[in-house]
Each structure stands twice: as C-alpha cells, then as structure tokens.
C-alpha cells in the first residue's frame, strides 16, 4: 500500500502539477480534472484535507466511510487515513490540504483536534451540505485559492485566519446535518476509538499548565496503555494496524509538532522548551529533534518562515 509523506509525493502519484508551498495546498477540482487519476486504490498519506465536491460523479472512500453523499458534499482526510476513490473527471469545487508543519507555525491551530473534532480519524463522516450553504463555502474556499495564487508576503497570515473562518463554518454545518451521538454509535471498530482516544490523550498530557498526579513518562507509550486500561502490546498493534505507524511514533509525531511550534512562535530558549516537553535534558531533546528533522533546533528557529 502506498503511502505519501509529503503532499509533492501525494500529487505526483495522483498526476497533478506540484504544489506551490511544501506545507499547505489549495485546489480546485476543475484544474485537476484534466490529469488526474480517475480511480485511485487505498493509501495513506501524512496530512490534513477538508473539500468540497459541488457537482460531480463517482465517490472518495474515507476510512471506513463507504457511504459517500451524491450531492454536495463536505468530505475530510486525516493523517493515515485509508483513503481511496472512483470518480468522473466531472468534478467541481475545492479542497485544501496542510501538514503538520503548517499546523505548528500557525498561531490558529494549536488544539485543531480539540477545536474541529470532524477531523478526528474516527468523526470524519463526509455529509450533505444544503444549497444554501454552499456558495458560502465556495466563496472561502475561492478566497483563499486567489491568495494562495498572490504575491503578497502576507498572504499566509489571511490565508490562516480564512481556512479558520472555514473550518468554523462547517463545524456549524456538521454540527446541524450530523447527529454526534448517532455517528458514534455507528462506529462499530472498538479499535477506531480506541486510537482516537490514544491520539486525544496525547494531545491534552502535553497542554500547558496540566499537573500530573506523579511523575509520568510522557514519551512512553505504557503511560498512555496504562490510561487507557489496554496493554501496550495490543495500543500498538491497533495503532499500527490503523495508521501504519508504531504507537511511539505517535507520541514523537506530536513531540515534534510542539517543538516546531515553539520554535516557531515562541522565544522560549531550548532549555525551556526541552523541559517543557517532559525530556531529561536540552542535550536529550536536541538529540531526539535533530534525529527527526536533521537539523538542531535552532537552525530550525532560523528557517522557520511559512
């Protein structure tokens, strides 16, 4: 199964010309209709989607979401997904596609998981949206393409507060056309929720101000089992078996998207982030941020332009 780290692999798979920016993509399915491959098989890739299909046939299968709307249709991608699709090159409308490192030097972003919860894995049902919402949809997503296509150097920072105006409105529009508690119960893969709630409380164990009971290893991965009242052994395996990823490679994945965020956005030495993240050492966390990335954390500090 293939699997796509970095939205340039994903396009040229796809067919379609490179993206513009390597951390953030916007799109109109007109532009791709030409070239892209029309029926794509399961795979994965490493970052965030949200579309929006006005018109068009055939359908994209997300995760375990094989009931795909034959309307207008609001649809999400989230990291490691299964993702595949069947479509007509009739398709009209827009999606845009960010990575982790867009998220992380973005001052919007920081709970997106928290804040937009159909991006989660497991609530990432495509739904209906009612005529009269769709202009309003279309007409941010064309805001932000016409950006994205600018020569402003400020681009990104309306780019950023628009893609927030967007992801509001449709928490609106899910909110009112998808029954939460009904979608739920829908889900019958104990595993699915199992790694939603492992990639949850990642999330909150690392938000500023938490106090633990005692000291915890925030960078293992029996800390979280042990929360979650499974052995590690079985974390894993339904982590890896859903993702493609170990369990550990989770917790680094997170560990990294904070580091570049305070890197990025803050004038915390790295000494202070490094204890900040739970490591033993500034020495510990250089190691573990240059293996990851190959560069140090401050060479980092220095690149860190959107």
């Given at each position: 199964?293939?699997h796509?780290?970095t939205?340039?692999?994903?396009?040229?798979?796809?067919?379609?010309?490179?993206?513009?920016?390597?951390?953030f993509?916007?799109?109109?399915?007109?532009?791709?209709?030409?070239?892209?491959?029309?029926?794509?098989?399961?795979?994965?890739?490493?970052?965030?989607?949200?579309?929006?299909?006005?018109?068009?046939?055939?359908?994209?299968?997300?995760?375990?979401?094989?009931d795909?709307?034959?309307?207008?249709?609001?649809f999400f991608?989230?990291?490691?997904?299964?993702?595949?699709?069947?479509?007509?090159?009739?398709?009209?409308?827009?999606?845009?596609?960010?990575?982790?490192?867009?998220?992380?030097?973005?001052?919007?972003?920081?709970?997106?998981?928290?804040?937009?919860?159909?991006?989660?894995?497991?609530?990432?049902?495509?739904?209906?949206?009612?005529?009269?919402?769709?202009e309003?949809i279309l007409?941010?997503?064309?805001?932000?393409?016409?950006?994205?296509?600018g020569?402003?150097?400020?681009?990104?920072?309306?780019?950023?507060?628009?893609?927030?105006?967007?992801?509001?409105?449709?928490?609106?529009?899910?909110?009112?056309?998808?029954d939460l508690?009904?979608?739920?119960?829908?889900?019958?893969?104990?595993?699915?929720?199992?790694l939603?709630?492992?990639?949850?409380?990642?999330?909150?164990s690392?938000?500023?101000?938490?106090?633990?009971?005692?000291?915890?290893?925030?960078?293992?991965?029996?800390?979280?089992?042990?929360?979650?009242?499974?052995?590690?052994?079985?974390l894993?395996?339904?982590?890896?078996?859903?993702?493609?990823?170990?369990?550990?490679?989770?917790?680094?994945?997170?560990?990294?998207?904070?580091?570049?965020?305070?890197?990025?956005?803050?004038?915390?030495?790295?000494?202070?982030?490094?204890?900040?993240?739970?490591?033993?050492?500034?020495?510990?966390?250089?190691?573990?941020?240059?293996?990851?990335?190959?560069?140090?954390?401050?060479?980092?500090?220095?690149?860190?332009?959107?």
């Amino acid at each position: 199964m293939k699997h796509f780290k970095t939205i340039a692999d994903y396009c040229k798979a796809i067919r379609i010309p490179p993206p513009r920016h390597p951390h953030f993509d916007i799109r109109s399915f007109e532009e791709n209709m030409p070239s892209v491959v029309n029926e794509m098989p399961p795979f994965r890739h490493e970052f965030y989607a949200i579309a929006i299909k006005s018109e068009g046939q055939g359908k994209a299968i997300t995760g375990h979401h094989t009931d795909f709307p034959s309307g207008s249709t609001i649809f999400f991608n989230s990291p490691f997904q299964l993702i595949s699709w069947d479509i007509v090159p009739d398709w009209q409308g827009f999606y845009l596609m960010f990575t982790q490192d867009f998220i992380a030097q973005s001052n919007y972003f920081s709970k997106l998981l928290e804040d937009f919860p159909f991006l989660k894995i497991d609530k990432s049902l495509p739904f209906e949206i009612e005529e009269n919402d769709l202009e309003n949809i279309l007409s941010i997503y064309r805001n932000i393409w016409q950006e994205y296509h600018g020569s402003n150097e400020d681009k990104f920072q309306l780019i950023e507060a628009s893609v927030l105006l967007l992801f509001s409105y449709v928490k609106r529009y899910f909110s009112r056309q998808v029954d939460l508690v009904e979608a739920e119960q829908e889900l019958k893969a104990a595993d699915l929720k199992l790694l939603t709630r492992y990639q949850t409380l990642i999330q909150t164990s690392f938000y500023p101000n938490t106090k633990l009971e005692t000291f915890s290893n925030l960078h293992s991965t029996s800390y979280y089992a042990q929360k979650l009242n499974v052995h590690p052994n079985y974390l894993n395996a339904v982590v890896k078996s859903l993702t493609g990823l170990t369990a550990l490679n989770h917790i680094h994945s997170h560990l990294l998207q904070l580091a570049k965020s305070y890197l990025a956005q803050t004038d915390m030495s790295v000494k202070e982030i490094a204890y900040t993240l739970y490591f033993d050492s500034p020495n510990s966390f250089s190691a573990f941020f240059k293996k990851h990335t190959q560069i140090t954390p401050l060479t980092y500090r220095q690149q860190a332009i959107l």
